[in-house]
């Protein structure tokens, strides 16, 4: 097949070609969109707090608590939902460790929580520039 | 029912949009958690010169210099240290490697990864190897070759900050990464030179003050990285 297919004398794509090729560009982007609903299915990801949570712990491995609330600028009550709501799900594990200022609860991500994030990131990557930032 | 939509809709519970809001928020939060990091990072191998350099000397003052005396025991001490700094390395520069990974996933624009991370492990069992050969094979050149090797570390240091902070280095890493800079070459040169060692303890010296106020200084201004943040995301 050859590339010239499609296009005029002068190398100008045809207006039905074209449509073709945003018909198909579309397509993809909608099964891409798609792909990152079924993942963000799961209702623990239904909310960006969460998400940033899980972001920050996929970079760091594993945050105190003080340093989550100083991420999300929540209350202790509302980051503990969060974070039941993420423990829940399997994606995260919070424990208590002994520090030398003492007891100090730290949250870490389990292997699950880190393979979510990675798809999640990827299917945000694959969708590139059809979603805006802003 | 839940959907990511394409625009950024508000009707929608959270579009992609959010998500890659929540994404930069994490990341603006993650120059904080490297500036701690590092203010640890710059105490850890502050100690390390300081054991590297002056350990020989503190324990003839405390009395037990003869058991220092063996070779072996200062080659024990340099590769603890070396295990033990590398380590941290390696830490900092994983934590680095995933915040860049998250930065391709967010950012549209963002360049490809550059996976140069995947060659420290092997700069690292050289630089152990090396150490552990020259020992045996190379003892009369024993501080020239562990000197050459330290001014690789340099760059390390230098990849390593660049990835955790890829908009811009503080200004305390540049500063103890240059003093690091001289420290290592000005060394090299005089035990290759065979010149008064005199010159370059004197410059570990201020290298290891200037080391450790870095991490003082890091760790007291962490939280200046939290005075600017976006608006709040939506929960």
Known sequence: ?134 | MWRVSESDDRSADLSAADIRRAGERALSFQRYMFRKSWGVYYAVWAVAFTLYFFLPSFADILGFGGVLASSYVLLGIDLVVSIIAGWMSGRIIEKARNSLLVQQGIRPHAGPYQRHHKWFAAWWLTYILTILLASVYFSSHYLAVVFALATTVTFVFYYALKSSFPDEIPSEGKIAVAFFAAATITSFLVSVLSFNPTIYEVLWIVTIFVWFAAALYSLLHATDELVVRPEPVSQ
């Open chain 1, 1 to 134: 097949m050859s590339g010239d297919e499609g296009r005029d004398f002068d190398g100008k794509m045809i207006p039905q070609k074209r449509d073709e090729e945003d018909r198909a560009a579309k397509s993809n982007s909608d099964e891409k969109l798609r792909s990152l609903n079924d993942q963000l299915n799961d209702p623990s990801l239904k909310s960006s707090v969460r998400i940033m949570i899980l972001i920050s712990l996929t970079i760091n491995g594993k945050m105190s608590f003080v340093e989550l609330l100083a991420l999300t600028n929540l209350g202790k009550g509302s980051l503990e939902n969060h974070l039941v709501k993420l423990e829940a799900s399997g994606l995260v594990q919070t424990k208590n460790v002994k520090t030398f200022g003492g007891m100090r609860q730290v949250v870490q991500i389990t292997g699950r929580g880190s393979e979510a994030c990675r798809l999640l990131l990827q299917k945000l990557q694959e969708l590139g520039e059809k979603v805006p930032t802003s």
